[in-house]
Nanobody, 125 residues
């Protein structure tokens, strides 16, 4: 299964975007789905993870209180609501599957699978 991130674009500082993670033709029934981002010249960074076990979430300190992960089973999608965006949030955002309910590797990119193409978020005035 290849996951697809969408919803990126150009937004001014302080603005908001909502990204969506979907899987065409498949149900998102993984134990957890995570969002990552990679800015130019930087390593891939774990942003937020949502476990299907009681909808537990883990979020990076760098985006806490600004980004919210959620899911809509009917829409077969996991969302990343991003508010109060800053230029430092500029990156390609990816979603990926995490085959565990443990918090230990929830934001570790090397423990995720089914990566798809990302979506570019540019925060600039």
């Amino acid at each position: 299964v290849q996951l697809q991130a969408s919803g990126g674009g150009l937004v001014q500082p302080g603005g908001s975007l909502r990204l969506a993670c979907t899987a065409s033709g498949f149900t998102l029934n993984f134990p957890a789905i995570s969002w990552f981002r990679q800015a130019p010249g930087k390593e891939r960074e774990g942003v937020s993870c949502l476990s299907s076990l009681n909808d537990i979430t883990w979020t990076s300190d760098s985006v806490k209180n600004r980004f919210t992960i959620s899911r809509d089973a009917a829409a077969n999608a996991v969302y990343l609501q991003m508010d109060n965006l800053t230029p430092d949030d500029t990156a390609v955002y990816y979603c990926a599957a995490y085959l565990s309910h443990s918090s230990r590797y929830a934001l570790s990119h090397d423990r995720h699978t089914d990566w798809g193409r990302g979506t570019l978020v540019t925060v600039s005035s």
